[in-house]
């Protein structure tokens, strides 16, 4: 495992301090299976999540790395103030454990917050959270699904989330599926639809071909439930 790790070295854009943070070689990976909302398990025994959120050992910035370089002046002065000062120096630049992701995922929340960040950052933050507890069948993960489903309805609405790197297509598909794997089938077939009548569909095909899939299989789970009562 450790020959999977490297060390990626940073600047903090808080503090401007140096340190190395854990990055995973994407090459030697090997699939073993992909899940309906994204999420990626590896046969290699680790998870590339684990290393997805950068934390500067000194202020406790931390952010993903696409964000890590994008705050503003104003932004730093909040971090300062209101996570830096109350900080002790800690290292989240080794081999992390499980506690030490989940709360790296929670410092970049809090930030992610106090910052306004767009709802498809803080949104996606938290449905990898969601896959982390998911591996460990912690029960949270149900929570952050739910959160990461209200942060991602809301983007959908009032965000150009192309900018987090997202696209209406496959964000519609991901609401769709977020609102299935929570047991909302009306609201999960509501958004499988939107996915699968938006104007770029053509372009998503792999989508497309998901969507219709699992469109399908909320209906019948609707439907079954409906007969349970
Ligand atoms: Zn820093």
Known sequence: MEKLLYDKDCVCSVCKYNFTTKKIRTRPLRIK????????IYK???????????????????ATEREFNNIRENQ???VKKMVSSKWKERDFGGVRTFKEAEESF????????????SKAYTGGVCLRLAWLYREVKDP????F????LKFFEEAYQTERIAEAGLDEVTLAYLNGELNRK???YNEAIKWYGIALEHPNIKRKRQIQLKAREQWRR????????????
């Open 33 to 40: 299976k992909r899940e309906d909302d994204f999420n990626v």
């Open 44 to 62: 290699n025994n680790v998870n590339p999540n684990y290393y997805y959120i950068w934390v500067c050992p000194v202020c406790g910035y931390a």
């Open 76 to 78: 730093i002065k909040m």
């Open 106 to 117: 929670k410092i970049a929340l809090f930030i992610a917050q106090i910052l306004k960040k």
């Open 140 to 143: 949270r993960e149900q929570e």
């Open 145 to 148: 699904l739910a959160y990461a």
């Open 182 to 184: 929570l047991g909302h």
């Open 218 to 229: 909320a209906r019948e789970q609707h439907s079954s439930e409906k007969a349970v009562e």
